[in-house]
């Protein structure tokens, strides 16, 4: 792949790629944003995120941040309804960037009515009006980029808010780590070299479907974040599962003919952490499995804190999805297919 300036801007002319490279610095300014929100009255029951797409991978990240750390179900919504356990117990996270996704509006309208806690956290749209008019907290971020690419606006105001209001335990010092760690994999300097690990991941990735795996269930939010931006920054098919769970179904999958596993790109998304009895389960599936596939890589968290090592793997993913955008000759921001289903929709 050529990486002069010229063929970038070319191929990238919106910028994805230094949105990207944004990330540190937009980690920063994410998490300040949440030291405004002020939780009062009794602790919640529960905790609900709703979102949907690249306003809703934020929540899923929520849930697995906190799957140790605190004792209250944490609960991802991606449609219209909400559960039946949300009342005025539950403290319920709005997540749009847009301010104006249907799914998030409506659920957000019953969470209203059942009189939870909610905070908003949106670029501006419907989302802020209401949440506004009803009294609800609004974390307002900056607008103009993707939704995808606003994914520390999305996810971190959540976390700051409830590290400062004594929900979890303090992460201000896990959030500085992450995003310095950010800044070691997007460094400039390192960015063009021909072993960048993105870089050679899409090349890795062309012609091939990718297939991303997540070696233990705290990876998996991560995983899915692969799959996503590999579907809408390189406009390519791609899937994704987490261990153990695959290994009670999607294995048997694997014994697909060869000519097809040839097209199969399988990345393995390791946190370094995991236990021994899923480390061999991953060597296991490997030899079994993967045996056939087009290329099998490997990629493995950096960091000390869960935020780092969550978003650490993510960077490199978003970064190779860019790439893959370039090799296929593809602008990596439209998503022409999602915005004429909104269009139609909104005909309907």
């Not at 996810?155 to 010092?173: I, Q, W």
Request: hydrophobic share 45%; with cysteine; charged share 25%.
């Amino acid at each position: 792949m050529a990486t002069d300036t010229g063929l970038r801007t070319a191929g990238d002319p919106q910028g994805m790629l230094d949105l990207v490279r944004r990330l540190p610095e937009v980690c920063r300014r994410a998490w300040a944003l949440g030291a405004d929100v002020a939780l009062s009255g009794e602790p919640p029951a529960a905790i609900v995120a709703i979102g949907m797409g690249g306003s809703g991978i934020g929540g899923d990240l929520l849930r697995t941040l906190l799957l140790d750390d605190v004792s209250i179900p944490v609960v991802v919504v991606k449609e219209y309804r909400l559960p039946a356990f949300v009342d005025a117990k539950t403290l319920v996270f709005v997540c749009s960037y847009s301010g104006n996704t249907e799914e998030t509006l409506t659920a957000y309208a019953e969470a209203a009515r059942r009189g939870a806690t909610c905070v908003a956290i949106t670029s501006g749209g419907t989302l802020r009006e209401r949440a506004q008019a009803n009294g609800h907290q609004t974390v307002i971020v900056p607008a103009g980029i993707p939704p995808r690419a606003a994914l520390p606006y999305l996810f971190l105001p959540m976390v700051s808010a409830l590290s400062r209001n004594g929900v979890t335990r303090v992460l201000d010092e896990e959030a500085a780590e992450a995003a310095d760690v950010l800044a070691g994999i997007l460094d400039d300097a390192e960015l063009d070299a021909p072993s960048n690990e993105s870089r050679r991941l899409a090349a890795a990735f062309l012609h091939r479907i990718p297939v991303i795996y997540s070696a233990t269930p705290f990876l998996e939010p991560a995983a899915q974040r692969w799959k996503d931006q590999l579907n809408e920054n390189a406009k390519t098919f791609a899937v994704w599962n987490t261990f153990p769970e695959l290994n009670h179904n999607e294995t048997v999958g694997w014994g697909l003919d060869a000519d097809l596993a040839a097209r199969l790109a399988v990345v393995v998304l390791h946190d370094g952490r995991e236990a021994e009895r899923l480390r061999r389960r991953v060597e296991i599936t490997r030899d079994l499995a993967f045996a056939r596939a087009g290329s099998v890589d490997e990629v493995t968290t950096r960091g000390t804190g869960a935020l780092a090592r969550l978003l650490s793997v993510i960077a490199v993913g978003d970064l190779a999805s860019v790439y893959l955008a370039l090799l296929r000759g593809v602008d990596p921001t439209p998503v022409a297919v999602i915005e004429e289903l909104k269009k139609r929709l909104s005909e309907s």
